[in-house]
T-cell receptor
Framework: GAGVSQSPSNKVTEKGKDVELRCDPI?????LYWYRQSLGQGLEFLIY????????KSGLPSDRFSAERTGGSVSTLTIQRTQQEDSAVYLC????????????FGPGTRLTVT | AQKITQTQPGMFVQEKEAVTLDCTYD???????LFWYKQPSSGEMIFLIY??????QNATEGRYSLNFQKARKSANLVISASQLGDSAMYFC???????????FGAGTRLTVKP
């Protein structure tokens, strides 16, 4: 079946602009995660959605970052007033449930803020 | 707090030989899951293997095995019969029982030499 998809694959934006990144998880997966990976670094957790529960936003680095998940499926990560330090690859992952189920990752969105 | 440490920024191995990638972790949780992911140069994160903290047997998946030493809090990945296609970044990750996020190590870049 189809894996996790993300769009756009690349995004170049000017400092101060808002951007929206989209994630389409594997059908039937109730858990969805967003991560950020800076160049040559490991992954940094941003936010977690599980079913209809309130999201865990503990990893969001500032109030410029927000995310929503509509209908328990597609998720959008929004970064307002982008800064150069927001430049990174943003990865989305989904899993069959929360807990110890393995996470399946999308190809990522490479964000460059100029 | 949970922390994952991968002390080998880079490793080299000759094709067809075995290699061990180190991972140590720190957690106060009694229940947790340990994961290894592979990230080729194309950027996607590929799930390799999972070990639960209460699993008595070391996990194995094909050429991948996890050398789990709970008392030492280590979860080393062993790749047998290395192939050129194994050249990639390898990330160790852990998810605790309480937190929703998956903590990743900084990664080890493995290069398989012909």
């Amino acid at each position: 079946g189809a894996g996790v998809s993300q769009s756009p694959s690349n995004k170049v934006t000017e400092k101060g602009k808002d951007v929206e990144l989209r994630c389409d998880p594997i059908s039937g997966h109730t858990a969805l995660y967003w991560y950020r990976q800076s160049l040559g670094q490991g992954l940094e957790f941003l936010i977690y959605f599980q079913g209809n529960s309130a999201p865990d936003k503990s990893g969001l680095p500032s109030d410029r970052f927000s995310a929503e998940r509509t209908g328990g499926s597609v998720s959008t990560l929004t970064i307002q007033r982008t800064q150069q330090e927001d430049s990174a690859v943003y990865l989305c992952a989904s899993s069959a449930s929360g807990g110890y189920y393995e996470q399946y990752f999308g190809p990522g969105t490479r964000l460059t803020v100029t | 707090a949970q922390k994952i440490t991968q002390t080998q920024p880079g490793m080299f191995v000759q094709e067809k030989e075995a290699v061990t990638l180190d991972c140590t972790y720190d957690t106060s949780d009694q229940s947790y899951g340990l994961f290894w992911y592979k990230q080729p140069s194309s950027g996607e994160m590929i799930f390799l293997i999972y070990q639960g903290s209460y699993d008595e047997q070391n996990a194995t998946e094909g050429r991948y095995s996890l050398n789990f030493q709970k008392a030492r809090k280590s979860a080393n990945l062993v790749i047998s019969a290395s192939q050129l296609g194994d050249s990639a970044m390898y990330f160790c990750a852990m998810r605790g029982a309480v937190n929703n996020d998956m903590r990743f190590g900084a990664g080890t870049r493995l290069t398989v030499k012909p």
